[in-house]
Structure formats: structure tokens, C-alpha cells
């Protein structure tokens, strides 16, 4: 025998449940699934859209033209372990006081 067999409200409870349960024409589902997507997994999922966003304003700037040479792709670059320095910053940005800087604003020959 049920534990709440006889009490009105516990009753009302069980028949609401079922009908919840129930499709448009009065079948039990069973199959409902209540899966829960990890925090992690999301958080994922938006990071590349992020990074692929990043990368078509990246395919479609005018600037950076230097430092596309080096690095083209966006998540490939976001995998390199870099220590950045002056001297690689000069170098992957195409500014700093190289000859062909220097050069450039004529300030040496």
C-alpha cells in the first residue's frame, strides 16, 4: 500500500504529476531527459565562437600586415607559448629601432 493512499492533497499531487507526464493525446512520455551540460563545455563552445570571430576581423583589418605574416591564424597563435621581449615585439610588429625602421622614417640611410 502507498504511503500517501487517502490524503486528498498528496492525491491532486499524483494526478498533476501524471498529467504532466502525459503527450497531447494522453500517452505516458518516458523518455524525457534532463541532461546538464557542464559549465566547462560552454565555456568552451563560446570561446571558439569567440575565437572565430576574431579571426575573420583579423582575415579582414589592413593593419597588422607584419605581424599576419608570422602569425596568420588566430587559435594557432593562441596555442604558441611565447615570451614576449622588446626585441620580438619590434620584430613581429615591424616597429622598434631596426635598420629597416630607421630606415624607413629616414632617419638612417
Known sequence: MKAHVGIEENEVA?????KAAMDDIGHLVYDMCYNK?????????EAEKIIAKWQIKWDATTKGRTTKEYFPNVMERLKMKLR??????????????TKVYLHRFKIIQ
Do not use: V
Not at 551540460?37 to 563552445?45: D, G, H, L, N
Open 14 to 18: 499524483d494526478r498533476l504529476a501524471k
Open 84 to 97: 614576449l621581449s622588446p626585441n620580438l615585439t619590434a620584430m613581429l610588429t615591424g616597429h622598434g629601432k
Open 37 to 45: 551540460i557542464p559549465i566547462s563545455e560552454i565555456a568552451k563552445q
